[in-house]
């Protein structure tokens, strides 16, 4: 069973920082995307930023140049430095893994999601 645990989170001042971490842990033969969504109350679930196995990342335009996304391969891990927060940036944040497992001679990809974790910016 393949899972992802999430970290960080919480209260924190408008112009504060927080960093969120997630690793994917059970038996993984590779991911390709890892990257953070976010879901405010009201409100669908939007992309915050994502990164692929190589490196690439996208962002959100409305965290850009505010937040950073980091991946650890060896660790399955994938960090999001938040910085300069808003009240606008207050949600549940969810982190997000594209597993990637053979079956067969045929390379099956499968969604994986955390269980969310609370953000609040509030003075």
């Known amino acids: 069973q393949v899972q992802l645990v999430e970290s960080g989170g919480g209260l924190v001042q408008p112009g504060g920082s927080l960093r969120l971490s997630c690793t994917a842990s059970g038996m993984i033969f590779s991911i390709n995307y890892m990257g953070w969504y976010r879901q405010a109350p009201g409100k669908q679930r939007e992309l915050v930023a994502l990164?692929?196995?190589?490196?690439?990342?996208d962002y959100a335009d409305s965290v850009k140049g505010r937040f950073t996304i980091s991946r650890d391969n060896a660790e399955n891990t994938v960090n999001l430095q938040m910085n300069s927060l808003k009240p606008e940036d207050t949600a549940v944040y969810y982190c997000?893994?594209?597993?990637?497992?053979?079956?067969?001679?045929?390379?099956?990809?499968?969604?994986?999601w955390g269980q969310g974790t609370q953000v609040t910016v509030s003075s």
């Open positions: 997000y893994a594209e597993r990637v497992q053979p079956m067969g001679l045929d390379l099956n990809k499968f969604d994986l």
């Open positions: 990164i692929t196995e190589d490196g690439d990342m």
